[in-house]
């Protein structure tokens, strides 16, 4: 199993940036999918997740700016991040999870390599 993230870089505060997370090696339309974050200095949090039937959750600081979708065409999950701040700066990882439900990292099978987002003041 491998989940590729992709689409980190360097964008002012108030911009936007579209991650994405290409799995292979599972089924992936079977996986609830989530992306988490780790900021320098902090621990790695949870950030959002969709369900296997599409139903998303977000954590508090990223409802109403960030939209997480999944193609299970393409077997990719996406984590759309617009009003970005300089607090959303960390390395962006997406995750996979046998069953839906929960935010809490082990409970996710399996982990991409991450994407690092900077935000610039």
């Known amino acids: 199993v491998q989940l590729q993230a992709s689409g980190g870089g360097l964008v002012q505060a108030g911009g936007s940036l579209r991650l994405s997370c290409k799995a292979s090696?599972?089924?992936?339309?079977?996986?609830?999918m989530g992306w988490f974050r780790q900021a320098p200095g902090k621990e790695r949090e949870f950030v959002a997740y969709?369900?296997?039937?599409?139903?998303?959750w977000y954590v508090d600081p990223a409802k109403g700016r960030f939209t997480i979708a999944r193609d299970n065409a393409k077997n990719t999950v996406y984590l759309q991040m617009n009003s970005l701040k300089p607090e959303d700066t960390a390395v962006y990882y997406c995750?996979?999870?046998?069953?839906?439900?929960?935010?809490?990292?082990?409970?996710?099978?399996?982990w991409g390599q991450g994407t690092l987002v900077t935000v610039s003041s």
């Open positions: 090696g599972l089924s992936f339309s079977s996986y609830a």
């Open positions: 969709i369900s296997t039937s599409d139903s998303p």
């Open positions: 995750a996979a999870r046998w069953v839906d439900g929960g935010t809490a990292e082990h409970e996710y099978t399996y």
